[in-house]
């Protein structure tokens, strides 16, 4: 399975990051706190809303 997080940019924020996928939800909400409290303008933290979400696709074959 594949995970994505999902950001939420405002106005003045750079929407061009693209998204970030991982192969483990502990992986993908490790990245996701990083990325939250990453300095933003002034060096304060971003403090940033992401969401971990599972991208659906095919089933893996132990889970048939």
């Known amino acids: 399975m594949k995970?994505?997080?999902?950001m939420q940019f405002s106005a003045a924020q750079s929407s061009d990051i693209p998204p970030i996928t991982s192969?483990?939800?502990?992986?993908a909400v490790?990245?996701?706190?990083?990325?939250?409290?990453a300095?933003?303008?002034?060096?304060?933290p971003l403090n940033?809303?992401?969401?971990v979400r599972?991208?659906?696709g095919a089933p893996a074959p132990e889970e048939l």
């Open 48 to 51: 940033m809303p992401i969401e």
């Open 30 to 37: 490790g990245v996701a706190a990083l990325v939250s409290t």
């Open 3 to 6: 995970y994505m997080l999902l």
């Open 39 to 44: 300095p933003g303008p002034g060096g304060t």
């Open 23 to 27: 192969d483990s939800p502990e992986r």
């Open 54 to 56: 599972r991208i659906m």
